[in-house]
C-alpha cells in the first residue's frame, strides 16, 4: 500500500513548514512492517503523518546531534532542537519525556512508543536500509514484541505508525490512538 502525502509539518528539524513525505526507504520500510504483521496474521497499522513527523524529526536529532553515550540510548534527544531533551537510559526513568514526544512535536495527543536502530560501516555511504531495519527489530526479542503485539504489547491496537530512516538509523513511532491529520 502507497501511504499518502502528509501534512505540513509544524516543528520539523529544521524548524521551518515543510512537506513530510516518505523515501523510498521509509515507504519500504511500512511496506515489510505490514507484510511482516500479515504473515502473523495481524492488522495493517493505519499510517500516521503525525508520528512520521516524530520518526524524521528523531532520525535527523540521532545521526546530526547524536545524543546517544554509553547512559543514554537510542531512544534520547539532543538540546539542540524545539523539543525537550532527553537522556533515555536503560532504567526507564526518563520514558515519559519519550513517549510524550508526538504530543511535544504534532498534534498527536497519544502516547507514543518507539523502537530504534543503528547501522554501523566504515564505509560513509553504506547506510541504514529498510531491510536492515526490520532484521534487527525481527532479532531483537523486545523491538519484535512492539511490532507483532506480543508480550507487554499484546493489549496495544496499533491505530498509528510513524516512519523514519536517516543516514544510519532507522525509528518506528507507534500509537494506540487515530492520528487526527488522516
Not at 14 to 38: F, P
Not at 58 to 74: G, I
Not at 86 to 98: G, L, N, R, V
Request: hydrophobic content about 35%; glycine content about 4%; aromatic content about 12%.
Amino acid at each position: 500500500m502507497k501511504v499518502p502525502i502528509l501534512a505540513a509539518c509544524i516543528f520539523c528539524f529544521n524548524l521551518s513548514a515543510i512537506s513530510q513525505e516518505l523515501s523510498e526507504e521509509e515507504q519500504k520500510l511500512y511496506d515489510l512492517v505490514m507484510e511482516y504483521r500479515a504473515e502473523k496474521s495481524l492488522p495493517e497499522i493505519p499510517f500516521s503523518p503525525s508520528l512520521t513527523i516524530v520518526a524524521q524529526t528523531h532520525v535527523k536529532d540521532l545521526m546530526e546531534n547524536n545524543p546517544t553515550s554509553d547512559e543514554c540510548n537510542l531512544h534520547s534527544w539532543s538540546s539542540n532542537g524545539n523539543w525537550t531533551s532527553c537522556c533515555y537510559t536503560d532504567d526507564h526513568a526518563e520514558a515519559e519525556k519519550m513517549w510524550s514526544k508526538p504530543s511535544e512535536l504534532t498534534s498527536y495527543t497519544g502516547t507514543g512508543y518507539e523502537i530504534a536502530s543503528y547501522y554501523w560501516s566504515s564505509n560513509p555511504e553504506i547506510q541504514m536500509t529498510a531491510e536492515q531495519a526490520l532484521e534487527q527489530w525481527k532479532n531483537s526479542s523486545g523491538h519484535n514484541a512492539v511490532i507483532i503485539n506480543k508480550s507487554i504489547w499484546k493489549n496495544h491496537d496499533w491505530q498509528a505508525i510513524g516512519i523514519g530512516i536517516y543516514g544510519n538509523y532507522a525509528v518506528i513511532w507507534f500509537g494506540d490512538e487515530e492520528d487526527p491529520l488522516n
